[in-house]
């Protein structure tokens, strides 16, 4: 019985610590491309740039990851505002 506590206690604590790794990772990552929106706002860089500026090395994912979070295209983005 003690083995089978044991075990549930261990599950649980790999559950919360892998939500954890996700939300922290997600956050991290909201950071970064509201930094590459302000860069493509305030200091009228290409989305390739803004995004290498803010750490990522391939544009296609950085589009799709811009687009998933702000729901719009990067050339929207930039007429806005």
Do not use: C, T, W
């Amino acid at each position: 019985m003690l083995d089978n506590l044991l075990f549930v206690k261990l599950a649980e604590s790999s559950v919360i610590v892998s939500k954890m790794e996700n939300f922290a990772a997600n956050y991290i990552k909201q950071i970064r491309l509201q930094e590459a929106r302000r860069l493509m706002l305030g200091e009228d860089l290409d989305a390739a740039s803004a995004g290498f500026r803010v750490g990522y090395d391939d544009a296609s994912h950085f589009n799709r990851e811009f687009k998933r979070l702000f729901g719009n295209p990067l050339v929207e983005g930039r007429q806005r505002s």
